[in-house]
């Protein structure tokens, strides 16, 4: 869910950074009005950065994943190496097998 999140912010709060920089030029607004406007902006920038925090997963969480899932694939790899090893003796048999045929 979080990497969703992630792709889904698209840098609005640096287009409504640079609309209230527009808005300031064109309206001269007092220094009142700017301050609002700046502190609307931060207020903003501070919840899609607490949002963004929420979303996110933590270090811990991705190590908890990593393990469930090495924990789950580690058995599979085990059994292929054992099947592998398997193979090969029966090739060995099998080659032993010919020369034995081939001596008769």
Known sequence: MWCRMAMLWNF???E????YSR?????KLDIEGK???ILDTV???DEEVRE????MATKDYVD??????LGEIRPIARAVDKDAVTIIRHEQSIGQ????????
Do not use: N, P, R
Request: no cysteine.
């Open 12 to 14: 609005s709060t640096v």
């Open 16 to 19: 409504s950074i640079l609309w």
């Open 23 to 27: 808005l300031m030029a064109e309206q």
């Open 35 to 37: 301050v609002d406007l």
């Open 43 to 45: 207020v903003k920038v």
């Open 52 to 55: 963004i925090k929420e979303t």
């Open 64 to 69: 908890a994943v990593k393990e469930e899932l």
């Open 97 to 104: 097998i010919k020369k034995h045929l081939a001596l008769k």
